[in-house]
């Protein structure tokens, strides 16, 4: 699902880069592998969590790098610059802190001043070619702020690095140590790191052939549903990227359509501001389903939703949909921003479908068969007016206190929506009170976690 130019410095999305025409070379991602753009604020993160641990950011100026969220408890992010991934990063809710985890490319990018041991040079055979642990004896130096649990850097006793792995004992300890490990190392699949700068107008570039193939593939699609449905079309629109790019591959298939907005009552108010952004940038007029009064008089009833009840796609989504069809046009042939690589019931979805709690609305999916990164090129290519939320280190967008979110994504919002978060967390607090249940169930998230079968999301 991805390729990278060494000629070039760009990510790319076929064995041959469209700008230079160098054979590129596939990159290795923990699946599904749906990688996307790291905006400046994603380098910063990352680049801030590596100083303060290793005391060397990871990102250097001007590299372009990607982000791939992989399966985790809360959240983990593969770290892909110069073509390989160079590490990651864990959210620690209990502990409400980031966590580095480098792999040993990492050293293409960065000399740590901090968590590191120095090895006995015959150590090193075993080390790499075993994955053995470093030993007591086998230890030739170890930093002094290394405690135990800390990730550490594995170095020779020229400074090369030479392993990755996990403290099991504070420095002064193994000071003292004469047997015994010291550091378990860790095995990561092979990856191959270069350096060279970029910008993302370069990426698009290198990636142009696919994007052609992709765009025409989509429009030929979106054409040939509508014909086969003598329905009135518009465009399901969220305010996120995937939505975004199929308004432009609506629009050039067929020309000006209508969108599609189901306002809960719970978007970010720059979801709010781009909707109409995009409305009037492309002359697009917007049909609104307003479920707020929903979903508070459902909340009274049940509490807050959760990711094992999700009463609030159905109550605040799908039900002022349907009304909004209903009035407007009676039924309607919409195209929605869904992708297989989101979900695995996604994954499994057909491209033509309708949803049984809405069955005034055929749904088709153009971009369907389209990774992240496809989607966010295709944006760059055309200049697109994407949410500035995504700028802000969120990958996905949809309603502010969407309980499916991560707690670090949950946090990160508390931060930079204060009053939006203030006025969800009085409201979970009159429940926690009204149940008499403890103060953790708000604290920590735990209001997320209902215990009861699931309801399907709608686009969410």
């Known amino acids: ?214 765009e025409a593939e989509a429009v030929s699609f979106i054409r040939d549903v509508a014909a086969r449905n003598a329905l009135p079309v518009n465009v399901s629109y969220s305010g996120g990227k995937d939505s975004l790019a199929t308004l432009l591959l609506a629009r050039k298939a067929l020309g000006l359509v209508p969108i599609l907005f189901a306002d809960t009552g719970l978007e970010f108010p720059e979801t709010c501001r781009n909707v109409e952004e995009v409305s009037r940038t492309f002359d697009a007029p917007i049909v609104r389903a307003c479920g707020k009064e929903a979903f508070w008089k459902v909340f009274e009833t049940n509490g807050p939703p959760a990711v094992d009840f999700r009463w609030c796609c159905r109550a605040a989504k799908l039900g002022p949909v349907e009304d909004a069809i209903r009035e407007k046009w009676g039924e309607c042939l919409s195209f929605i921003g869904q992708r297989k690589y989101e979900s695995n019931r996604r994954m499994a979805s057909k491209r033509v479908w309708r949803n049984p709690h809405l069955k005034r609305q055929l749904s088709a999916a153009p971009i369907h068969h389209w990774t992240a990164l496809q989607v966010w090129l295709y944006l760059f290519r055309e200049n697109a007016p994407y949410n500035p939320l995504y700028e802000t280190g969120l990958d996905r967008i949809g309603c502010f206190m969407c309980p499916s979110s991560d707690i670090a994504v949950l946090r990160q919002i508390e931060v930079s929506h204060p009053a939006l978060w203030q006025e969800w967390r009085a409201r979970l607090e009159d429940w926690q009170r009204e149940k008499g249940l403890p103060d953790s169930w708000t604290g920590e998230a735990r209001w997320r976690i209902k215990g009861v079968p699931g309801e399907e999301d709608y686009n969410c």
């Not at 160098?22 to 996307?36: F, H, I, W």
């Not at 590299?63 to 590490?87: S, T």
């Not at 959210?91 to 901090?114: G, K, N, T």
């Not at 570039?205 to 994007?211: D, F």
């Open 1 to 214: 699902m991805l390729w990278w130019c060494d000629t070039c410095h760009t990510p790319a999305l076929a064995r041959v880069c469209s700008s230079c025409g160098s054979r590129s070379r596939e990159v290795t991602l923990t699946p599904p592998g749906d990688a996307r753009p790291a905006f400046p604020a994603d380098v910063s993160l990352v680049n801030r969590i590596y100083s303060e641990h290793f005391g060397e950011p990871l990102i250097p100026p001007g590299h372009l790098a990607l982000l791939n969220k992989v399966p985790d408890p809360d959240r983990m992010e593969e770290i892909i610059v110069g073509g390989g991934v160079a590490g990651s990063i864990k959210y620690i809710p209990d502990e409400s802190r980031w966590e580095a985890i480098p792999r040993p490319q990492a050293s293409v990018f960065l000399s740590p001043r901090r968590k590191y041991v120095v090895v006995d040079n015959g150590a090193v055979p075993s080390i790499q070619g075993e994955g053995a642990s470093v030993l007591a004896p086998g230890l030739v130096e170890i930093e002094p702020s290394v405690t135990r649990g800390d990730e550490v850097f594995v170095l020779d006793e020229q400074g090369n690095v030479v392993a990755v792995g996990r403290a099991k004992v504070d420095a002064r300890d193994a000071e003292r140590m004469e047997r015994g490990p010291v550091v378990r190392t860790r095995r990561n699949f092979p990856s191959i790191c270069t350096r060279g700068e970029a910008t993302w107008d370069d990426a698009v570039r290198s990636c142009e052939g696919v994007l052609e193939e992709r």
